[in-house]
């Protein structure tokens, strides 16, 4: 599959290269290879699910899950994947005994799953979530691959250099997320000098119209009731305290050269709105879709074309309504602490990821309420703010080292913030 040539781009100019024009219709129409990173995950739940729809037009290079043995083996026979990578090095031996009899080469351990990366797939869905992702894709990056991003820590974690490495190898930048992928899709009706500002909206997610007191002490099963999305526990966690959109924040800035005063946050409850583009002459352009993972993915799987994709109908009479709303910092103060962190740089949003990771476990297990998620993270970046060590981040090593650092750091003030009161 040839890659789109760097110059063919957005309207945000050579340097986002990474990010590139819907154009050059006749390298899709082959047979694309495909490889998933976190081929097991709510993601890779989605994206596996298009590639069965269509398995004329797709191949499987390579597959990884982190220890799920049986979904892993499953999709490779299925598959017929030619290598599978499992993160846990303890699970190698029961992999190759599920696939005894196949022609599917295994790996483990962190190794294995960046050789999945480095594999000669057109096409690479990265979605190993948390910081562990980042060596994987930056492999198929280097490559110069087509690399779906559904792994938001790439971009919160090592934003700059990603998108460098990802322009100088020529390799395709294309946006996962549901808010990015809209993102992605609006902008293309402007110049970058008409933009005004990039709006991502937010459902609000279970606790929207709770009191910041009762928030405080939102349950583990209260916190993973999202109104509108099935997602995994972490990233469903990170909706319910709004983290996920500070997230979010963060990589649209990163992944379209923006300032934070070009990205505002709107809530949405109805989560039919995923991103709009504000242009000079106030224009408001609007991607919309029923709340389905594979909308996106089926976006970024079939382009430059678009191919069929399996989620509802759009009904907008039977919905009724749509409404808006302001974000509430004191309800969500990580959503506030995402801008701080990104105007901060240096570091800084790879700590409040770091953080914010250390704080969900923590929450998970019971070590500290729902409310303190927040006032870790907070404590972990003034934290690193006074230390002095912020420095501009050239490589995945120096990247890696940051996110170590924030993490031995938010579990060392961990005790003290569980016993603080709200």
């Known amino acids: 599959m040839v890659c789109i040539a760097p110059e063919a781009v957005l309207w945000f100019g050579e340097d986002m290269s990474a990010v590139p024009l819907r154009n050059n219709k006749a390298a899709a129409s082959s047979v694309r290879s495909v490889t998933v990173l976190g081929a097991t995950g709510s993601i890779g739940d989605s994206t596996m699910d298009l590639l069965r729809a269509s398995p004329e037009r797709y191949r499987v290079e390579a597959l990884t899950a982190n220890g799920n043995v049986e979904a892993l083996a499953k999709l490779a026979k299925e598959f017929s994947a030619r290598f599978v990578a499992i993160a846990d090095t303890s699970k190698l031996a029961e992999l190759k005994a599920a696939l005894a009899g196949t022609s599917t080469e295994c ?103 709770w009191k910041p007191a009762d928030i405080e002490q939102a349950t583990l099963e209260q916190a993973l009731k999202h109104p509108n999305w099935s997602m995994g526990q972490k990233i469903t966690i990170d909706s319910a305290s709004m983290m996920n959109k500070g997230l979010e924040v963060i990589e649209a800035s990163y992944l379209f050269a923006l300032s934070p005063d070009e990205i505002d946050v709107l809530v949405h409850p109805q989560s039919i709105i995923h991103g709009m583009v504000e242009f000079s002459d106030r224009s408001v352009m609007a991607q919309l879709g029923a709340p389905d993972m594979r909308t996106p993915i089926a976006h970024c799987l079939g382009w430059p074309d678009r191919i069929k994709g399996p989620a509802a109908k759009l009904d907008l009479a039977k919905i009724g309504q749509l409404t808006f709303e302001a974000p509430d910092f004191e309800r969500f103060p990580g959503l506030r602490l995402a801008f701080d962190s990104l105007r901060t740089g240096k570091g800084a949003t790879t700590v409040y990821n770091a953080a914010n990771e250390v704080a969900v476990a923590a929450f998970i297990v019971g070590k500290i309420r729902f409310g303190a998620i927040a006032r870790l993270v907070e404590a972990t970046l003034d934290d690193w703010i006074r230390s002095g060590n912020q420095a501009p981040l050239t490589s995945a090593d120096d990247a890696i080292s940051v996110d170590h650092v924030a993490r031995n750091r938010a579990a060392a003030l961990l005790p003290q913030i569980a016993l603080k009161a709200s």
Request: glycine share 10%; with cysteine; proline share 4%.
């Open 107 to 209: 790996g483990a351990g962190e190794s294995a799953v960046i050789e999945a990366g480095a594999r000669p797939a057109d096409w690479v869905m990265a979605a190993v979530s948390g910081a562990a992702g980042l060596k994987p894709a930056l492999a198929a990056v280097d490559r110069g691959a087509h690399v779906a991003l559904a792994n938001k820590e790439c971009l919160v974690c090592a934003g700059d250099f990603f998108m460098q490495r990802a322009a100088k190898a020529g390799a395709c930048i294309l946006p996962a997320d549901s808010e990015h992928n809209a993102l992605f899709q609006a902008l293309a009706s402007g110049n970058r000098d008409e933009l005004v500002r990039v709006i991502i909206t937010a459902s609000g997610g279970p606790f929207r119209t």
